[in-house]
């Protein structure tokens, strides 16, 4: 697999992110906003990985999600971000009777962050396309790959959106 710049810039900027949570984690185990990022940055960085380890990379992420949760059970954050996980792996799936329960657990996440944060045009977007791709008619595999990308693309957006406002200055040059 070859990297553009932007590419390995990104992996940088998560694969940092991923390690400035995890030692934020080992002094507060109890921050829903770092497990948040932390399985955000699990997500972003699985993109990098062959499917199967992009699979153990989503599942990692999602349990971060969870217990993120399980501190702050309404964090929408977190919420929405478990759709984007469950949407992922199940955009990893290729069979689609196995990859439909991963496309309706993100249909619930998408519509539980949404009620928490109603006005979130991104949560919005997000559940109307997820009802899109997990109810598939007939139609080719081509619409379904390409609403696949779509949610994929408004995850990274988000993402890159939410890190570059977390990330430290680059060095100088």
Known sequence: ???SQDDFDRLLL???TRKAAEATYAKDPLD???LTKWGGALLELSQFQSVSDSKTMINDAISKFEEALLIDPLKHEALWSLGN????YAFMTPNLDEAKPYFDSA???FQKALEEDPGNE???KSLEINAKSSKPKKSSDFNYDICGWIILAVAVVAWVGMA???MPPPPPR
Do not use: C, I
Not at 85 to 88: D, P, R, V, W, Y
């Open 164 to 166: 570059k406002s977390n």
């Open 14 to 16: 998560f694969e940092h």
């Open 107 to 109: 249909y619930d996440f």
């Open 1 to 3: 697999m070859e990297f």
């Open 32 to 34: 829903a906003d770092n």
């Open 122 to 124: 991104l949560y919005s």
């Open 85 to 88: 996980a469950n949407t992922s």
